[in-house]
Nanobody, 122 residues
Framework: QVDLVESGGGLVQAGGSLRLACSASGNTFRTYAVGWFRQAPGKEREFVATISWSGGTTTYADSVKGRFIISRDNPKNMVYLQMNALKPEDTAVYSC???????????????WGQGTQVTVSA
């Protein structure tokens, strides 16, 4: 069992930056891959980024590649999503998820946080 809590969301102007954090419980978190997903109002949840358990492999959605950076600090049980050059279309609820293998598919993740709202104003 892994409990996840996101933080760091908020309101930012277009072009600005935010860093989201995903905090996990338990001493096995370092063995889990983590994904970030987002869901905008009226839209389906979509993949944003993943990171392997070691942090050695990362993947990104094309829409955020070059602007977002996913990283992790296993001793602290934390995963981060640094979001730069934010656009109004990045507005969504961002959630982190964990499971044994990294995947772009939300159905592959057993553990989810409650989400944090990110709003980017034009």
């Amino acid at each position: 069992q892994v409990d996840l809590v996101e933080s760091g969301g908020g309101l930012v102007q277009a072009g600005g930056s935010l860093r989201l954090a995903c905090s996990a419980s338990g001493n096995t978190f370092r063995t889990y891959a983590v994904g970030w997903f987002r869901q905008a109002p009226g839209k389906e949840r979509e993949f944003v980024a993943t990171i392997s358990w070691s942090g050695g492999t990362t993947t990104y959605a094309d829409s955020v590649k070059g602007r977002f950076i996913i990283s992790r600090d296993n001793p602290k049980n934390m995963v981060y999503l640094q979001m730069n050059a934010l656009k109004p279309e990045d507005t969504a609820v961002y959630s982190c998820a964990a499971d044994r293998m990294a995947s772009r598919m939300e159905d592959e993740y057993a553990f989810w946080g409650q989400g944090t709202q990110v709003t980017v104003s034009a």
